[in-house]
């Protein structure tokens, strides 16, 4: 069975740098695509940041661009997401996703291409 299991969440300051973890099990994750998505309750979730299997290609959502890294390690089978000068803004719960992509450079921003999802990590930012 294919799992995503993501970590690192918590609660921190504004201003402050969190790293989220996601380690994928039951399946190379260098044959993947990856993303990371955030939800607030009652609202959509919404594209955060992606990357290509093969690291060349990444893309992120207008709102954390310049603050938020997402890297990969294969030989870990982890993705992760770097946050920097989080804001209240930035609370939610965050989720990994996998998409199995044919071409290395491959990314992806829409969610419902995604097959494998994590169960998700709280953040929350407040003083």
């Known amino acids: 069975q294919v799992q995503l299991v993501e970590s690192g969440g918590g609660l921190v300051q504004p201003g402050d740098s969190l790293t989220l973890s996601c380690t994928l099990s039951?399946?190379?994750?260098?044959?993947?695509?990856m993303g990371w998505f955030r939800q607030t309750p009652g609202k959509e979730r919404l594209f955060v940041a992606t990357?290509?299997?093969?690291?060349?290609?990444?893309n992120y959502g207008d709102s954390v661009k310049g603050r938020f890294t997402i890297s990969r390690d294969n030989a870990k089978n982890t993705v992760y997401l770097q946050m920097n000068s989080l804001k209240p803004v930035d609370t939610a719960v965050y989720y990994c996703?996998?998409?199995?992509?044919?071409?290395?450079?491959?990314?992806?921003?829409?969610?419902?291409?995604?097959?494998?999802w994590g169960q998700g990590t709280q953040v929350t930012v407040s003083s």
């Open positions: 039951g399946d190379t994750i260098g044959d993947y695509a």
């Open positions: 990357i290509s299997k093969d690291t060349t290609n990444s």
């Open positions: 996703a996998a998409d199995r992509t044919y071409y290395g450079f491959s990314i992806e921003t829409r969610q419902n291409e995604y097959e494998v």
